[in-house]
């Protein structure tokens, strides 16, 4: 394992969504036992995410600014997860005005960061590395070939219209998505081009693509057509994969929040058969209206496969804006062959645990990462944001996936959404083979020696050289 013995500083920067932070924080708690010296910048409100991270390596420092007021968040919201994902434009270039406070904060210290690793999100951290005079090194909370995607849209976003198909003929395997697949952040740009607020959210994404280096959260295996692709447009090898970071150990509690749920959960799948359990869970901020809601209760009912569905509480505004629960006396109905989790689901344990044979997912990129380190199938129903890329590379590129639904806004037909659900879960089908020789493919990588483990290396090794 490469160490930074000089003990380089660099500066971590997050963005705040329980999918870009979570990921980037386990990476930064392996940069950390390596011996780099980390200050993380965060707003008031996340600092209680860094706890176990800061628990387990008390050597990180914390630098906390305040949230910059912007008039579409509400005070006291500073994570995506209070406000919903229309919130992600206001937070991005809401905290872009941190950048005079980072900069003098820089200016202040006495041994400040070499570099700044920072979500890509955050792309506009490219330019004020720039000003510093330092590099910036891009963390991708997503795969290679949504990059490749984004790259393509935000550095020439002219080239996408609203309502045409998008069409991405240099790039491996020339992918095309019809406009409403096309990831939710460009979509949201280009309808509201003529906002001037948006130019700096062009300018933030475009940035990206200039880098110093790039880290994934995926494995050469998985994605190396598009690894391979952005190398040669980059035109550098700073390109590391490093993951599947959940492979890799991490602070205690950052995958777990303990609960006195989990133990239901856990005696619940102790009692069921090998790989009989579908686990249903659209990640950490997406909820169905009520009609999907029901339509989706209706079509598990009706498979007769044994499912743990993860549904989240509603907030009083979400009830109001139509947004559903598990319907009524469901639970009774299904009562020892559906177990509801009403909150936050020990999910990476969930994937791991042998009853679990199938992951009805939304395909966020950290779900598809999770279920391939678990070897477990996907049901695909993709919705929003990266999430259409991600499925079109496990379902149409790898066959490790099938597709039961798409769109956010869709009603699924319940009786054929049962009916897929009962054939893939009643067999063993192609999907499912190759989803277990990803696994496969995923331990060799984290292994010492694997692609991913080399690439951290790497990593470790260019920083410590800065
Ligand atoms: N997650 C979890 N429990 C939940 C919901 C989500 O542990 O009840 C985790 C999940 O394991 C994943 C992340 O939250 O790491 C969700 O990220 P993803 O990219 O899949 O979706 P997003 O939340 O960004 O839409």
Not at 86 to 107: M, T
Not at 426 to 437: G, L, P, Y
Request: hydrophobic share 40%; charged share 20%.
């Amino acid at each position: 394992m490469a160490s930074s013995k000089n003990g380089v500083h660099i500066l971590v920067f997050p963005y705040p969504a329980q999918g870009h932070m979570l990921p980037l924080l386990h990476l930064t708690y392996h940069l950390s036992i390596r011996g780099v010296a980390i200050t993380i910048l965060v707003t008031p409100k996340n600092l209680p995410i860094l706890t176990p991270l800061l628990s387990t390596n008390p050597s990180i420092q914390t630098l906390v600014f305040p949230f910059p007021e912007h008039p579409q968040i509400p005070p006291g919201v500073e994570n995506v997860k209070d406000i919903g994902n229309h919130g992600n434009i206001p937070i991005i270039l809401a905290l872009s005005k941190l950048q005079g406070q980072i900069i003098r904060w820089f200016e202040s210290h006495s041994n400040p960061p070499v570099a700044i690793l920072s979500d890509f999100f955050l792309g506009w951290t490219h330019h004020l590395a720039q000003k510093i005079g330092i590099p910036r090194i891009a963390f991708y909370a997503s795969g290679a070939f949504l990059t490749a995607c984004f790259d393509r849209l935000w550095r020439n976003p002219a080239a996408g219209n609203p309502g045409s198909e998008i069409k991405f003929e240099d790039l491996p395997n020339a992918p095309r998505f019809p406009w409403d697949q096309v990831p939710t952040l460009f979509r949201r740009y280009k309808e509201a081009e003529s906002d001037p607020s948006f130019e700096l959210l062009q300018n933030s994404m475009a940035a990206n693509g200039l880098s110093w280096a790039f880290v994934f959260n995926t494995f050469y295996d998985l994605e190396n057509e598009y690894l391979e692709f952005l190398r040669e447009k980059f035109g550098f090898q700073r390109i590391y994969s490093i993951g599947p970071l959940n492979l890799l150990d991490g602070p205690e509690q950052m995958n777990v929040k303990s609960d006195s749920i989990n133990g239901e959960v856990f005696s619940y799948l102790d009692g069921c058969p090998d790989e009989s359990v579908l686990y249903v869970c659209f990640g950490s901020q997406k909820v169905l209206k009520k009609a999907q809601m029901e339509a989706l209760a209706n079509g598990l009912e009706r498979s007769g496969v044994r499912f743990m569905w993860v549904a989240k509480p509603l907030t009083a505004e979400q009830v109001a804006e139509g947004f559903g629960s598990v319907p009524e006396g469901y639970e009774k109905r299904v009562m020892g062959r559906g177990f509801i989790i009403r909150g936050w689901a020990p999910q990476v344990q969930i994937l791991n645990h042998p009853a679990v044979g199938g992951f009805l997912s939304h395909c966020g990129w950290n779900s598809v990462v999770e279920a391939i380190a678990a070897g477990v199938m996907i049901l695909g129903w993709p919705m929003e944001a990266d999430q259409f890329v991600d499925a079109k590379l496990m379902v149409d590129y790898l066959g490790a996936a099938i597709r039961v639904c798409e769109g956010g806004d869709t009603v699924p037909d319940s009786d054929e959404l049962a009916k897929k659900i009962t054939e893939s879960m009643s067999r063993d089908t192609t999907q499912r083979v190759r989803a277990k020789e990803l696994r496969e493919k995923a331990m060799e990588a984290v292994k010492v020696g694997g692609s991913s483990d080399r690439d951290m290396d790497g990593l470790v090794k260019d920083l410590a050289q800065l």
